[in-house]
């Protein structure tokens, strides 16, 4: 039933340079800003907290992003580097597809929010230095020329279009249980009407878009992420995160 997500978009949205986002957990919010920041550039940046759907097996669908993206980035920070577990099996992952890479492809960046040791695995590839003044502005280059090389060209978020219609909601509560519904974004002047029916409720805000955020207040007040694929993604409170995506018109609201 959700296998539709794709179908409005198919042959309509341009190629995008896909960079899947390998980080440990107490380093999410630092992952978290870059995500914000190559999709303000235009770059379609994979993270599991916003493309992972409710019922999905994580694993596999982490794995099969590895496989499909075109750029590698490995958060790196002393508690990242020390950590064992999933994060690891993660970057052994990421190595083995790189290595069927052409050598010269740029594919893999070790990307260091702090001065921190570089695993051996990593030292062969040049890192970036976040914490540096010109720490972002040579990572952008780097997804700039491997788009170039790609053929594929950044989409701004700046060029974001009218956001009226019907989503799919797909979320988890602060006890991360996860619920579905429908949500329905209308237009009245430079205001957007935001309604949710998740089960038999219902629930209203009002808001702005300002950029790329949709910042909406009401029976929830909730910050939303515009994704240049058209779909959204917001917080409602701590732990509690919603991603809407567009439904064809042929599904009713």
Same mark, same amino acid.
């Not at 602060?174 to 002047?189: F, M």
């Given at each position: 039933?959700?296998?539709?997500?794709?179908?409005?978009?198919?042959?309509?949205?341009?190629? @995008?340079?896909? #960079?899947?986002?390998?980080? !440990?957990?107490? &380093? /999410?919010?630092?992952?978290?800003?870059? !995500?914000?920041?190559?999709?303000?550039?235009?770059?379609?940046? =994979?993270?599991?907290? $916003?493309? %992972?759907?409710?019922?999905?097996? =994580?694993? #596999?669908?982490?794995?099969?992003?590895?496989?499909?993206?075109?750029?590698?980035?490995?958060?790196?920070? $002393? !508690?990242?580097?020390?950590?064992?577990?999933?994060?690891?099996?993660? #970057?052994? /992952?990421?190595?083995?597809?790189?290595?069927? %890479?052409?050598? &010269?492809?740029?594919?893999?960046?070790?990307?260091?929010?702090?001065?921190?040791?570089?695993?051996?695995?990593?030292?062969?590839?040049? =890192?970036?230095? @976040?914490?540096?003044?010109? +720490?972002?502005?040579?990572?952008? $280059? !780097? @997804? /700039?020329?491997?788009?170039?090389?790609?053929?594929?060209?950044?989409?701004?978020?700046?060029?974001?279009? &009218?956001?009226?219609?019907?989503?799919?909601?797909?979320?988890?509560?602060?006890?991360?249980?996860?619920?579905?519904?429908?949500?329905?974004?209308?237009?009245?002047?430079?205001?957007?009407?935001?309604?949710?029916?998740?089960?038999? &409720?219902?629930?209203?805000?009002? +808001?702005?878009? /300002?950029?790329?955020? %949709?910042?909406?207040?009401?029976?929830?007040?909730?910050?939303?992420?515009?994704?240049?694929?058209?779909?959204?993604?917001?917080?409602?409170?701590?732990?509690?995160?919603?991603? %809407?995506?567009?439904?064809?018109?042929?599904?009713?609201?």
């Amino acid at each position: 039933p959700l296998s539709y997500r794709n179908n409005r978009s198919a042959g309509r949205q341009k190629a @995008m340079l896909s #960079v899947f986002i390998s980080y !440990a957990s107490e &380093d /999410k919010k630092k992952a978290r800003d870059l !995500a914000f920041q190559l999709g303000e550039d235009g770059f379609d940046a =994979w993270m599991d907290e $916003n493309k %992972l759907l409710p019922g999905q097996r =994580w694993a #596999v669908e982490i794995e099969r992003a590895i496989e499909q993206c075109q750029v590698a980035l490995i958060c790196l920070t $002393n !508690a990242s580097v020390r950590k064992r577990g999933y994060i690891q099996k993660e #970057v052994r /992952k990421i190595i083995t597809v790189g290595d069927e %890479l052409p050598e &010269d492809d740029i594919f893999l960046i070790p990307v260091l929010f702090e001065e921190c040791p570089v695993p051996r695995s990593l030292r062969d590839k040049q =890192w970036v230095e @976040m914490f540096k003044a010109d +720490g972002y502005e040579r990572l952008r $280059n !780097a @997804m /700039k020329l491997r788009a170039s090389e790609l053929g594929v060209e950044p989409q701004p978020r700046s060029k974001t279009g &009218d956001l009226t219609g019907v989503y799919l909601a797909t979320g988890y509560n602060d006890d991360a249980t996860p619920y579905e519904g429908k949500v329905l974004i209308s237009r009245l002047g430079d205001q957007y009407q935001v309604t949710w029916r998740i089960g038999e &409720d219902h629930f209203q805000a009002a +808001g702005s878009l /300002k950029g790329s955020r %949709l910042s909406v207040v009401g029976d929830f007040n909730f910050e939303y992420e515009v994704g240049t694929d058209g779909t959204l993604f917001g917080e409602w409170e701590p732990g509690a995160t919603e991603r %809407l995506i567009p439904i064809p018109p042929e599904f009713n609201w």
